[in-house]
């Protein structure tokens, strides 16, 4: 994974098999042609990809092994093809740290303020959380939960889809209107109820969209999501925000810290990340904004 915001890991084992003691399959030697134009500088994001007959006479393969490669190298992001024109260099990869405090701009590692982030507020209501999510926040079993439902929007795209799971009681209302405005949801619970983002602990896995998942992010019907399920915890280690943010997986890359000690998550904990709606669902409108 190459430094600065945006970035292009090497495409590995993307509907490919291991490879053996046998050597490289042919369609692998196409990939790593296709990835050494791009890395050493002939092709950049945007240009147009040698055709067909091109990288066969190049790789010295058959069109069909061309086609698969190419096939795979779309699938993971690293091609786009457009209908009757070509097939382009797909754009380099977003890098976010995920674990960085302050708005989801700060967590784009190194983007400088170029990119244009924007936040739609989908719903904000109150919930019954699941028995994990009860544990992980530590409220009791019929305590109610806030969840704050977020699509945020990148270059005018919508990249990530956010919820957030606040104890009521912690922060007896939350305001909708300063959200749907481009308010920081951590900057309001700090500032209205003390509640600082100190240190957070999270789980990554890479997984099918939910259809809902699937229609915000305007995903087709074989993209992959990476998911990032986790908790925020105050200066006095009281977790305040059970989190879950799901990202196209073929348009970013993450950077991760590790730490020596697991404080409140397991792994079995990513399988019940849910709650049951409690009251009326409070939509927002499309707006700007920071984490």
């Keep these: 994974m190459s430094r600065g915001p945006e970035g292009r890991g090497r495409m590995m084992g993307v509907g490919a098999r291991q490879r053996g003691g046998g050597g490289q399959l042919r369609y692998e030697k196409v990939i790593d042609l296709i990835e050494r134009l791009i890395a050493d500088g002939p092709l950049a994001p945007g240009s147009l990809l040698p055709s067909n ?34 097939t382009f260099v797909g754009p380099p990869r977003l890098v976010s740290d995920p674990a960085r405090a302050g708005g989801l701009l700060s967590t ?65 209302a939350i305001d909708a209107d300063l959200l749907a405005a481009g308010a920081s949801l951590y900057a309001f ?19 099918e969209p939910n259809r809902r998942e699937r229609r915000h992010l305007r995903l087709d019907g ?19 925000d059970a989190y879950q943010q799901v990202y196209s997986a073929r348009h970013f890359a993450f950077y991760l810290a590790g730490r020596a000690t697991r404080q409140l998550l397991r792994s079995t904990d990513i399988m019940d990340w849910e709650v049951r709606p409690l009251g009326e669902v409070t939509e927002g409108p499309a707006s700007t904004g920071g984490f």
């Design 53 to 86: 007959g091109e990288l066969a006479e190049m790789a010295g393969v058959s069109l069909i092994t061309v086609r698969r490669a190419v096939d795979e190298c779309a699938r993971a992001g690293l091609v786009v093809r457009h209908q009757g024109v070509g």
């Design 108 to 172: 784009l590692t190194g983007s400088g303020g170029r990119l244009s982030v924007s936040t739609r507020v989908l719903s904000i209501e109150r919930c019954i959380p699941s028995a994990t999510i009860a544990r992980l926040l530590e409220v009791q079993p019929v305590e109610a939960v806030w969840r704050v439902e977020r699509l945020r929007l990148i270059r005018g795209r919508p990249m990530i889809y956010e919820q957030a799971l606040v104890p009521v009681r912690l922060a007896p």
């Design 189 to 207: 619970l700090e500032e209205r109820y003390g509640l600082h983002d100190d240190s957070e602990e999270s789980f990554l896995e890479v997984s």
């Design 222 to 240: 074989g993209s992959l999501v990476a998911r990032i399920r986790g908790v925020t915890r105050d200066r006095g280690g009281t977790p305040f």
